[in-house]
């Protein structure tokens, strides 16, 4: 391809290099651009649109990202293959904003090493302090079973504006954390006779033990650099998967735009689900969110998760999930034998919260905040702990996954960051089976520490890791 010809608004609030992402996306998409056909290059593309390389290369960077180019050392960037039945329907994706109508890390944070400035509790006071002023009367009512309508109205706006989801607000339900949600879940799934489930392996484990705690069977398949391996999923037997498309726990992988497809191809074609958790998705620090899953989901197959536990505080306990027209059905039928579990003061703090802007306030001060702080943490530990520890995945959420050249356990590392008061999990934790690897594996949270403190933190973890180097 010679040059790419797009007329750019350069008066609009959408910034040039999504405009350039999205004319290009949609070109791939509609087959105008062709599989294996090589892109201009960022310097040609530079010049004849006459931009900077880098609004070139974000462009470039958010379609790599997602898996709709691929490229090759000293040749440039060339399209992926997209397989998708129908790409004429894209355009049908492009909807109107909707309407009105267990502690998971083997050891506990200390408080010494816990960021209290990346929330805004003066905000959030002044919401809650509203509602306990101007929502007197609506407190002294039970609340929603299906959760606060005000509440599931934001939600819907958020999701379609910043994760691609359309949706009513009558498709969502509200819960206290994901945990209650999931348990609720698997209730109407048994309903329905959905009763297996795949994994990804490695994986979230308490989500696991809640479904099997249900009765549920249970597949853990593989994934690869793409995500869940889909011709293990079809051997499986399973009939619904639950995946992290978009920062995959632990390893932070994405599934890219070919892969989903297949996953929603699998699903439509024998009547499934997929569960899709969009875990810490607000939380990637170069260009925009990864879309969602749903947002591709034309034929109702995926149970959208979503929680502000990690972008607000872990002790407001808020998720959400927005559910597929028959799996709805089914939860109107059941919702009459349960209450809502969740606080209502803090339901309708949050909608207030979000109709004035502070939550979209804090997803942006958040990926400033915590890309500066792996930003300072990657370059610390590849400093002072060259050769000693390979950064296996540093780009996304709220931990980087070290793998570490000792003689001591992953068990005993994390033990040994929690005497510097540093929070650490081994990956062990999250895996069915062995860690493929000769060397322990585990997730530090970076995001717990407080900017000023990150030196004194990794330090300290040199010295208890590699300076006392004796076995027990």
């Known amino acids: 391809m010679d040059s790419i010809i797009l007329n750019l608004n350069r008066n609009s609030s959408i910034p040039l290099y999504m405009q350039i992402y999205d004319h290009i996306k949609s070109e791939i998409l509609s087959g105008h651009i ?174 696991q033990k809640i479904f099997l705690d ?107 999930m927005i559910l597929p027209k028959n799996i709805l059905s089914k939860y109107m039928d059941t919702m009459a034998n349960y209450t809502q579990t969740c606080s209502k003061t803090e339901q309708l703090a949050l909608y207030l919260y979000m109709k004035e802007g502070h939550y979209q306030k804090q997803i942006k001060k958040l990926r400033k905040l915590y890309s500066q702080k792996l930003q300072k943490i990657t370059s610390l530990i590849q400093s002072k702990m060259k050769g000693k520890v390979n950064l296996m995945s540093n780009s996304y959420g709220a931990h980087v996954l070290l793998e570490i050249d000792t003689p001591f356990s992953s068990y005993e590392l994390c033990e040994r960051a929690e005497q510097v008061k540093v929070k650490a999990t081994p990956l062990d934790k999250y895996t069915n089976g062995p860690v493929k690897s000769d060397k322990p594996i585990i997730l530090l949270y970076h995001t717990k520490i407080p900017f000023e403190s990150i030196d004194t933190a990794i330090d300290s973890l040199y010295k208890v890791w590699f300076l006392k180097c004796t076995s027990h």
């Open 34 to 207: 062709s599989h294996s056909e090589k892109l201009p290059s960022i310097r040609e593309l530079s010049d004849n649109l006459n931009l900077s390389k880098t609004t070139i290369t974000a462009a470039y960077e958010q379609l790599f990202m997602e898996g709709y180019i691929y490229s090759k050392p000293q040749s440039g960037f060339f399209v992926n293959k997209i397989l998708i039945d129908n790409v004429d329907n894209y355009s049908s994706l492009k909807v109107a904003l909707p309407v009105d109508s267990k502690e998971d890390a083997h050891i506990a944070a200390k408080k010494e090493y816990t960021d209290s400035t990346s929330f805004d509790f003066i905000q959030w006071k002044k919401c809650l302090n509203r509602v306990l002023n101007d929502y007197r009367d609506d407190l002294l009512i039970e609340p929603s079973p299906q959760g606060e309508l005000l509440l599931r109205q934001e939600i819907s706006k958020y999701v379609y504006q910043f994760r691609g989801v359309y949706c009513t607000p009558e498709d969502i339900v509200i819960g206290a954390g994901t945990q209650q949600i999931m348990g609720l879940l698997t209730i109407i799934l048994n309903r329905l006779n959905i009763n297996h489930i795949a994994f990804e392996n490695p994986g979230y484990m308490p989500v």
């Open 214 to 320: 249900n009765n549920f069977l249970i597949s853990s398949l593989p994934i690869d650099s793409n995500g869940m391996d889909i011709m293990a999923l079809k051997n499986s037997y399973a009939n619904i998967a639950y995946v992290n498309p978009s920062n995959q726990f632990p390893t932070g992988t994405i599934i890219p735009i070919s892969r989903r497809y297949e996953l929603l191809k699998w699903a439509s074609s024998n009547n499934y689900y997929i569960i899709e958790d969009d875990y810490n998705s607000e939380l990637r620090y170069l260009g925009r969110p990864i879309p969602s899953l749903k947002g591709l989901d034309e034929d109702n197959r995926v149970v959208y998760i979503g929680s502000f536990s990690s972008t607000l505080i872990p002790s407001i306990k808020i998720s959400y």
